[in-house]
């Protein structure tokens, strides 16, 4: 059974304190050269008050937290880790019976605390920030839906050129015809809209022309027809819904918002940012774990003998971090085009750590 002694306590405090150190420091770092700047910039250029800049880099905050909790915690358990290890403190420890599995145990659990801090992070407080900065406001060009039968065929388009919450510009309309070729797509009529007023329940368009297309492709004539309803009830809503989150990032939903979204790119075939979604929302769950697997793998990388060098721990430290946010879009885009499915995309980058503590251990032979 696990027993807290005198030791875990010792552990426990030193490596939170490197790691809160690391955090601060990692965060000092991610603002000042992009973050701050902007921000002063927005002070000369936009006349924005000081209130507002510090409201501003408040926003900022949960952003950088959510990458630098990992990053802390690998940081932190490296430092002492090897400050244990050149004090010659682990040594002792081990030569009183403890393993090195159960020595690292204090490091693990603050990881355990961080994962579920991190998890809320970005299920909270990112979205929250990110509205609070106009993140989920939104203002779109060229969305487009295709309107299906019963049987599936298309039998309708709708390219938005513009909009604002509630109003709609600049609307084009195409009736597909019902005679197919292998080569072409052809229409029956086409419409032009100045504007569209969105309701819950119907889409009113309005300064509407109507061009009636002939089977050869030519125009038959033009019809003013003034105002006229393409959506009504539930799939209204549900397309002005679709059509004003797919300008939002990610991070402005929250888990339960971030669902329901998906289930609207399922339910309309937009697959492509179905599978991106669905992968961003695995991450959500599966990125707050490398806080415990980086405090493992920075407790591996800090055990070395008393004359090593200490430089070559961080080195590599950094080599993970660098290689696990470079190679997070990567693997976004491979699930987006359907090469890999979502949660293995999401899923690979924990099984290369899983992977990189085992080979770690076999080589530090602890």
């Known amino acids: ?33 992009e973050i701050l700047v902007k921000i ?9 008050t000081l209130l507002h800049a510090i409201k501003l880099l408040a926003y900022e905050l949960p952003k950088v937290l959510a990458k630098a909790l990992p990053v802390g915690i690998l940081l932190g358990t490296i ?26 145990m204090p490091a693990v659990i603050l990881g355990t605390v961080l994962t579920y801090l991190c998890f809320m992070v970005g299920d909270f407080l990112i979205p929250y920030a990110s509205k609070a900065e106009g993140e989920n406001k939104s203002f779109q060009t060229n969305f487009v839906y295709i309107q299906k039968d019963e049987n599936n065929i298309p039998k309708r388009g709708i390219i938005i050129s513009n909009y604002i919450p509630g109003l709609v510009r600049k609307l084009f309309i195409v009736d597909f015809s019902k005679e197919t070729y292998d080569d072409a797509i052809t229409f029956e009529n086409i419409y032009f809209a100045d504007w569209a007023k969105v309701k819950k329940d119907n889409w009113t368009l309005y300064g509407v022309k109507k061009y009636r297309i002939s ?7 033009i019809k003013d027809v003034g105002s006229m309803n393409i959506l009504e009830g539930k799939e209204a809503s549900e397309i002005y819904e679709l059509m004003t989150n797919t300008t939002k990032r990610d991070r402005t939903f929250t888990n339960s918002e971030l669902k329901r979204y998906m289930k609207l ?19 959500r769950f599966l990125h707050p774990l ?13 055990f070395s003998p008393p004359r ?34 979502p949660f293995v995309s999401a899923f690979l980058p924990i099984l290369m750590f899983l992977l990189a503590i085992v080979y770690i251990k076999k080589y530090k032979d602890v």
């Open 290 to 302: 490398t806080c415990i697997l980086f405090a493992i793998i920075g407790c591996l990388l800090g």
């Open 215 to 221: 089977s050869g492709g030519i125009y038959e004539n």
């Open 1 to 33: 059974m696990f027993k807290i002694s005198v030791f875990d306590k010792y552990i426990f405090k030193q490596v939170f304190l490197a790691t809160v150190v690391c955090l601060l420091l990692f965060v000092v770092v991610y603002i000042a050269p």
């Open 79 to 104: 430092f002492t880790f090897d400050k244990l290890s050149k004090d010659s403190e682990l040594s002792i420890l081990r030569g009183i019976g403890l393993s090195f599995t159960r020595i690292m």
């Open 40 to 48: 002063i910039k927005k002070i000369f250029t936009l006349h924005i």
């Open 265 to 283: 790119l399922s339910d309309y075939g937009y697959l492509d940012e179905y599978r991106f979604m669905l992968t961003k929302y695995y991450q």
């Open 308 to 341: 090593s060098q200490r430089l070559v721990g961080f080195t590599v430290a950094v080599g993970i971090v660098f290689a696990y946010y470079i190679t997070l879009p990567f693997f976004d885009l491979l699930a987006q085009k359907g090469v890999l499915p």
